[in-house]
């Protein structure tokens, strides 16, 4: 699939929570810049309440509704056999979805950038993050953030709070701790008798006592015990002056793409590993088997059901009847032959003693003998009716002629010497 096509694909899918953040963005934008032209005039920044909102939560509203979503909603709903498993790679796939959505999280976050903060022409350390860069940096950061955790999560819903934890941390820790010294901070030294002042629209970081290398020294212990501590100081040599340490209004410009660039390498490192976790995943990653849909269907539906029935049979056949080859074809095949010669001995072995006893009975005997197969196979030859009646008459036409003359020939001699 073509860069064009994936890139197609996506909007298509996403179009409704891209254009429902975007209009969020929009609209902050316009009302910010609106309201607080009016009210403060051009000349006075915007700074207030909803202002530090928009500021601190756009990154994290980016990664929330468009990255945690984005593999989490995959893994949760198991299409990602279809999505992974066609003619897409999964890494493929990623990177079109990031390009789409990086893209659209850059030019968002320089339009909040740019709306949200002086009208005028003035700068200052208060508004630092209404900066087109500072917030492209934080909303590709909170994109990069939201896959991960969707990635590592599985669950949509996990994924967006831990989203909003995660991000909520690295402003803090970003804007607490780092970004006061991405420069080391310049210094003023007085002597006891005058007093530090900070530079015009200066970003004041600290103050306290300068020792003799010029140095800042530590309090005595003996001194946090008194009234005056600069007395005590200044009485026990243990400092020169004082002095204090801040940040010009010169570096504000400088300090916004330092961290810009730290946002960036951060989301940077964060793709790079969803990346590995999407080459060299875990379970969750499709199989040869796969990625043709037909396959499952063919293997694991047949499984079951040869389980079942080969499970039923042996517990329906071993129990009860013992091993089914052995017993139940034995008495069906050999009943027969046991029964058919036992009449046949018997007979056979009557006649022969009633032969040697009565000689004109066992003649008789051995014609009743012939009938029986005779009996036996006319069941056998039952569909012709026909040949009985005629094998009779053949029968009886035999048989007269043969006792005709014996029973006429003696009352024919006396009828013709009567009429003789």
């Known amino acids: 699939m073509k860069l064009g096509s994936l890139v197609w694909l996506t909007w298509r899918q996403h179009r409704w929570s891209i254009g429902g953040v975007a209009a969020l963005a929009l609209l902050a934008v316009y009302g910010l810049i609106s309201t607080e032209?009016?009210?403060?005039?051009?000349?006075?920044?915007?700074?207030g309440f909803y202002a530090l909102m928009v500021q601190l939560g756009f990154g994290g509203v980016i990664g929330m509704f468009w990255g945690a979503p984005l593999i989490a909603r995959e893994l949760e709903e198991r299409t990602y056999f279809v999505a992974w498993g066609q003619d897409?790679?999964?890494?493929?796939?990623?990177?079109?979805?990031?390009?789409?959505?990086?893209?659209?999280?850059?030019?968002?976050?320089?339009?909040?950038?740019?709306?949200?903060?002086?009208?005028g022409t003035r700068r200052s350390w208060s508004s630092f993050e209404a900066n087109p860069l500072v917030q492209?940096?934080?909303?590709?950061?909170?994109?990069?953030?939201?896959?991960?955790?969707?990635?590592?999560?599985?669950?949509?819903?996990?994924?967006i709070a831990g989203t909003l934890v995660f991000y909520t941390l690295t402003r803090v820790l970003v804007s607490v701790a780092a970004r006061d010294y991405y420069l080391p901070p310049e210094r003023v030294i007085v002597r006891w008798e005058n007093t530090?002042?900070?530079?015009?629209?200066?970003?004041e970081l600290g103050n306290g006592f300068i020792g003799p290398d010029l140095e800042p020294v530590r309090v005595l212990d003996k001194c946090m015990q008194g009234i005056n501590v600069n007395t005590c100081m200044r009485n026990e040599r243990a400092a020169?002056?004082?002095?204090v340490e801040y940040q010009p209004i010169e570096r504000l410009a400088t300090f916004q793409i330092i961290e810009f660039v730290v946002c960036a390498l951060l989301a940077a490192a964060l793709f790079a590993l969803v990346f590995r976790l999407m080459r060299h995943g875990?379970?969750?990653?499709?199989?040869?088997?796969?990625?043709?849909?037909g396959q499952p269907s063919q293997v694991a539906a047949p499984a079951p059901a040869a389980v079942l029935v080969g499970a039923a049979a042996v517990s329906a056949s071993s129990p009860a009847f013992g091993p089914a080859p052995e017993f139940e074809p034995e008495p069906e095949f050999e009943a027969e032959p046991e029964s058919e010669p036992e009449p046949e001995s018997e007979p056979e072995s009557e006649p022969e003693v009633e032969a040697e006893q009565e000689s004109p009975s066992a003649s008789e005997q051995e014609p009743a003998s012939e009938p029986e197969p005779a009996s036996e196979l006319e069941p056998a030859s039952e569909p012709e009716p026909e040949p009985e009646p005629v094998a009779s008459e053949s029968s009886e036409s035999v048989l007269k002629p043969e006792s005709a003359p014996d029973d006429q020939s003696p009352p024919d001699t006396a009828a013709t010497q009567a009429e003789g």
């Open 136 to 159: 492209a940096g934080y909303a590709v950061l909170g994109l990069a953030i939201g896959v991960l955790l969707g990635l590592l999560t599985r669950h949509v819903m996990t994924a």
């Open 196 to 203: 530090p002042v900070v530079p015009e629209r200066g970003l």
């Open 88 to 119: 897409v790679t999964p890494v493929q796939w990623l990177r079109g979805k990031l390009l789409v959505f990086g893209v659209l999280a850059v030019l968002l976050g320089a339009l909040v950038g740019s709306g949200d903060g002086y009208v």
């Open 37 to 47: 032209t009016i009210e403060n005039g051009s000349s006075m920044p915007i700074g």
């Open 282 to 293: 875990g379970g969750w990653k499709p199989s040869r088997s796969h990625r043709r849909i």
């Open 240 to 243: 020169i002056g004082t002095y």
